[in-house]
């Protein structure tokens, strides 16, 4: 017992429970980003176990969380990308749909037309 260190046992154990909270706090990260869900201090919180006042506590996983909710609050949500492509289209696909409406209004006549022959000949072999 006389060559029991106690100090280095202690931070021999910091070390090692850092090391794991870093691990969860990795997989929690990568878990997240997979299915697409947004980067916070709660919501890694909540998927890697670990207590929002340790992920505050540790800078380098703070700088991490900040810098991937930083990231994805710039990146347009799908919504947005289908709203602003609403909006940019508007005009092309008007005038699109206007001149498909113009090529079967002009099939339209001429099927008329073709129709109106045809009774025509019927009528004539009465």
């Known amino acids: 017992m006389a060559n029991y260190d106690r100090t280095a046992h202690l931070k021999r154990i ?4 850092k090391a794991s909270t870093l691990k969860k706090v990795d997989q929690a990260i990568k878990r997240l980003l997979r299915a ?3 980067i ?4 890694v919180s909540e998927e890697s176990g670990v207590s929002k006042a340790s992920l505050y506590n540790h800078s380098d996983i703070r700088e991490r969380i900040e810098s991937l909710r930083r990231q994805q609050s710039q990146a347009p949500t ?3 990308i289908k709203r602003e492509m609403n909006d940019a289209n508007k005009d092309i696909l008007i005038e699109t ?3 498909k409406i113009k090529a079967l209004e002009n099939e339209n006549k001429e099927i008329r037309e073709e129709m109106k022959k045809a009774y025509a ?6």
């Open 14 to 17: 910091h070390a090692q429970r």
């Open 36 to 38: 697409n869900k947004s």
């Open 40 to 43: 916070n201090f709660n919501s």
């Open 78 to 80: 799908p919504k947005q």
């Open 97 to 99: 749909l206007k001149r």
């Open 121 to 126: 000949q019927i009528y004539e072999k009465f």
